[in-house]
């Protein structure tokens, strides 16, 4: 096989449904090709199965989830200490090289939060100098609402999920194995 092809940057945000599931999509054409893959979740919590980890783990994909759940489930304080817990985890993992691709779910959410302060435990500048730095093969999915311009401005792809309509609006809660 010749040389590895330039790693890209794809940011999936906006806030129609879809996010997460289109960077699963893109782990399952990546293993498909011989890929490595790994994905970690800032805000998803451990304490909850979600279908895709499942069938991932049958492929090989390791999903972390480094988060504690919804902003508005734990205090500021926890949420502050998971974040600066999973930033240097998953950081590692993209400049480790091991992974060509790498999924860094809820990220523009996480960077996003407004309630409490959040840029001294998930520097955005440690955000662009990593994307911007990575490992020359690594490819990197960031999703998430409210993506920073910064990001966009340095990612290869972005792509913004709208909402026209949605089965919430209508009372519908989560549906497994749509949802999780």
């Given at each position: 096989?010749?040389?590895?092809?330039?790693?890209?940057?794809?940011?999936?945000?906006?806030?129609?449904?879809?996010?997460?599931?289109?960077?699963?999509?893109?782990?399952?054409?990546?293993?498909?090709?011989?890929?490595?893959?790994?994905?970690?979740?800032?805000?998803?919590?451990?304490?909850?199965?979600?279908?895709?980890?499942?069938?991932?783990k049958k492929l090989g994909v390791?999903?972390?989830?480094?988060?504690?759940?919804?902003?508005?489930?734990k205090t500021p304080e926890e949420?502050?200490?998971?974040?600066?817990?999973?930033?240097?985890?998953?950081?590692?993992?993209?400049?480790?090289?091991?992974?060509?691709?790498?999924?860094?779910?809820?990220?523009?959410?996480?960077?996003?939060?407004s309630t409490f302060p959040i840029?001294?435990?998930?520097?955005?500048?440690?955000?662009?100098?990593?994307?911007?730095?990575?490992?020359?093969?690594?490819?990197?999915?960031?999703?998430?609402?409210?993506?920073?311009?910064?990001?966009?401005?340095?990612?290869?792809?972005?792509?913004?999920?709208?909402?026209?309509?949605?089965?919430?609006?209508?009372?519908?809660?989560?549906?497994?194995?749509?949802?999780?």
């Open positions: 096989m010749g040389e590895k092809q330039k790693g890209l940057t794809l940011v999936y945000t906006g806030n129609g449904k879809g996010k997460t599931t289109s960077s699963i999509g893109l782990v399952v054409r990546a293993v498909g090709r011989g890929l490595n893959a790994k994905i970690f979740q800032f805000i998803k919590s451990p304490e909850r199965t979600y279908g895709e980890q499942i069938v991932l390791e999903m972390v989830q480094l988060g504690i759940g919804f902003t508005w489930t949420h502050r200490e998971a974040l600066r817990k999973a930033w240097p985890i998953a950081k590692e993992a993209v400049m480790s090289g091991e992974y060509d691709l790498v999924v860094l779910d809820e990220l523009n959410n996480a960077l996003a939060i840029d001294d435990v998930l520097p955005l500048e440690e955000v662009t100098d990593l994307i911007q730095n990575k490992p020359a093969h690594v490819h990197l999915v960031i999703t998430g609402r409210d993506a920073k311009q910064e990001i966009k401005d340095v990612a290869d792809l972005v792509s913004v999920i709208d909402v026209e309509k949605h089965y919430y609006d209508e009372g519908v809660p989560a549906v497994k194995g749509i949802e999780f």
